[in-house]
């Protein structure tokens, strides 16, 4: 069974950083390009930035020069970094495993098999 398990999402301050983690099992992590969406209050979920299985990375233009995804193959996890953090960037922040083995870093939601909970993620101004 995969689970997905977010972690690092708190309260911060406009241009302040946060490195969300996620932690996942069940599945041979190094195969499967991941993805990190977020839903903010009333919004449809979007996505923000994923990494292929090869480490080629993709990220929406929101959050490019600001956030990096990156993989931990040996201790199977997938980390957003984000940097220079702004109000709008206020959301539930989730992770999601590609359906596709060795596929690329996509950004539909229905690419995605697998997902995470969530961790919340407050920006204040």
């Known amino acids: 069974q995969v689970q997905l398990v977010e972690s690092g999402g708190g309260l911060v301050q406009t241009g302040g950083s946060l490195r969300l983690s996620c932690a996942a099992s069940?599945?041979?992590?190094?195969?499967?390009?991941m993805g990190w969406f977020r839903q903010a209050p009333g919004k449809e979920r979007e996505f923000v930035a994923a990494i292929s299985w090869g480490g080629t990375t993709n990220y929406a233009d929101s959050v490019k020069d600001r956030f990096t995804i990156s993989g931990d193959n040996a201790k199977n996890t997938v980390d957003l970094e984000m940097k220079n953090l702004k109000p709008e960037d206020t959301a539930v922040y989730y992770c999601?495993?590609?359906?596709?083995?060795?596929?690329?870093?996509?950004?539909?939601?229905?690419?995605?098999?697998?997902w995470g909970q969530g961790t919340q993620v407050t920006v204040s101004s």
């Open positions: 069940g599945l041979t992590f190094t195969s499967y390009p």
């Open positions: 999601a495993v590609d359906q596709t083995r060795r596929g690329g870093a996509r950004t539909r939601q229905i690419d995605y098999k697998y």
